[in-house]
Nanobody, 118 residues
C-alpha cells in the first residue's frame, strides 16, 4: 500500500501564498511505479474537484480557476510532491487532498485545510 500525508495548509490572507506538500510512504515498488500525482480540493458544500496534476514524465494540467497562480511539482528522490499556491483568493478555501494513481488504483491523503480570508 501507499500512504500519502499532506502538510502545509493553514490560514492566509487573500493575495498570500502557501505551499502544500504530499509525502508518500509504504511499498517502495508501488511508489516508484506511480503514474501520476495530483491535488484535488473540496470546498464546503461542493464536490471535490481537480486543482492540478503531474505525470511521472512531468506533464502538468491545471484547472482553469488556478492556472497562472498554482504550480505543481515533484521531487522523486524524496517521494514528495508539492502545490505552490500564489495570489490566493477566498474562493480557494477548501480541504486539499493529494492523490497518487497507479494503473487503475488511486491513493488519497486525508486532506489539509486551506482557509483564505478576505
Amino acid at each position: 500500500q501507499v500512504q500519502l500525508v499532506e502538510s502545509g495548509g493553514g490560514l492566509v490572507q487573500a493575495g498570500g501564498s502557501l505551499r502544500l506538500s504530499c509525502a508518500a510512504s509504504g511499498n517502495i515498488f508501488l511508489i516508484k511505479t506511480i503514474d501520476a500525482m495530483g491535488w484535488y480540493r473540496q470546498a464546503p458544500g461542493k464536490q471535490r474537484e481537480l486543482a492540478a496534476t503531474i505525470t511521472i514524465g512531468g506533464s502538468t494540467n491545471y484547472a482553469d480557476s488556478v492556472k497562472g497562480r498554482f504550480t505543481i511539482s515533484k521531487d522523486n528522490a524524496r517521494n514528495t510532491f508539492y502545490l505552490q499556491m500564489n495570489s490566493l483568493k477566498p474562493d480557494d478555501t477548501a480541504v486539499y487532498y493529494c492523490n497518487a494513481r497507479r494503473v487503475a488504483v488511486n491513493f488519497w491523503g486525508n486532506g489539509t485545510l486551506v482557509t483564505v480570508s478576505s
